[in-house]
C-alpha cells in the first residue's frame, strides 16, 4: 500500500509539473503578446512626440520673427509719436492761420 501511495504522488507530482509547465508557456506567451502591443503603443507614443516636438520648434521660430516684427512696430510707433509731438496741433494751427490772415490783411 505505501507503494500504491507512493505511485499515486509520483503521478500527481508529474501531472502537477505538466499542468504548471503548461500554464508557464500560456502565460509567457500572453506576457509576450502584452509586451509586443506595449511596443507598438510606445512607438505610435514616440513618432507622436517627436512629430509634435517638430511643430513646436516651427512655432518657436515663428513666434520669434512675430516678435522681432512687433519690436519693429514698437519702434516706428515711437517715432511717428515724437514727430507728431513736434508738429502744431490743430487749435494751434487755426490760432496761427488767424495771425497770418491779420498779417497779410496789414499788408494790402
Known sequence: MAEDTKKILEDYKEETKRHFDKKTEETKRHFDVVAEDLKGKMQTITEQVATNTEKLAEYDQRFNKIDETLEIIKLDIEF?????????GRDEFAALERRVSVLEAKQK
Open 80 to 88: 511717428i509719436k515724437n514727430e507728431l509731438k513736434q508738429k502744431a
